[in-house]
């Protein structure tokens, strides 16, 4: 990877010899290994058994998670929330492990539409939920910095599974306490 990072910085025409940019292979490299470490992650050890026995059956919501991501056309960072609620069947998740969930599917190549399905199968595997939502609000670097740069457009997916899908009133809970949180 550093060799990649050396013939990109040569491509732009800079000079690899010079004070600021001689260690710049290494370190985007180092930065890069972190902005994709999702792929060398598996979910057992991200959520390390923070599973605990609960008769709670209301919804657990966990909102405005900070996600950083990298696009998977242009590698380029998209930038925003998540918001992930769940039904609780008996087990509830220990809290930091939604968002460490988030990380490791966000620091992987994505589209954010695949990365919302993702974290919703997995906290529904995970925890066997009566139902799980999650909810994305992005900004895409991709849009911003180039190609049609519009600043201010918001991409929002979401991924409803079991009761969020199929109960109406469950779905508009979870929606009315995001607008909420917003
Ligand atoms: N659905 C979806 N599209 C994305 C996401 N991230 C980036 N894209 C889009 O992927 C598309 C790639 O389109 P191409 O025409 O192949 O690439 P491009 O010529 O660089 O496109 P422009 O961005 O329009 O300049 C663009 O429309 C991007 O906006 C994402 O998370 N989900
Ligand atoms: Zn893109």
């Known amino acids: 990877m550093e060799k990649a990072f050396a013939e990109i910085i040569k491509s732009v025409g800079e000079d690899l010899e010079r004070d600021g940019l001689v260690d710049t292979p290494k370190r985007a490299a180092k930065a890069f290994q972190f902005l994709t470490e999702g792929y060398r992650r598996k979910v057992d050890d991200v959520v390390n058994d923070a599973l605990f026995e609960s008769d709670c059956n209301e919804m657990v919501i966990v909102s405005d998670i900070e996600l950083y991501s990298l696009c998977e056309h242009h590698l380029l960072p998209f930038i925003g929330k998540a918001h992930v609620a769940y039904i609780p069947s008996g087990k509830v998740l220990g809290l930091s492990k939604v968002a460490r969930i988030v990380d490791l599917f966000a620091r992987r190549l994505q589209i954010q539409e695949q990365l919302t399905t993702q974290i919703a199968q997995t906290v529904q595997e995970v925890t066997n939920a009566a139902g799980v939502g999650v909810i994305i609000e992005a900004k895409h670097m991709c849009m911003m910095m180039r190609g049609v740069e519009k ?20 779905r508009q809970e979870f929606l009315s306490l995001i607008a909420g949180s917003r």
């Open 151 to 170: 600043q201010n457009s918001v991409m929002r997916t979401s991924a409803m599974l079991g009761e969020f899908q199929s109960n109406q009133a469950t």
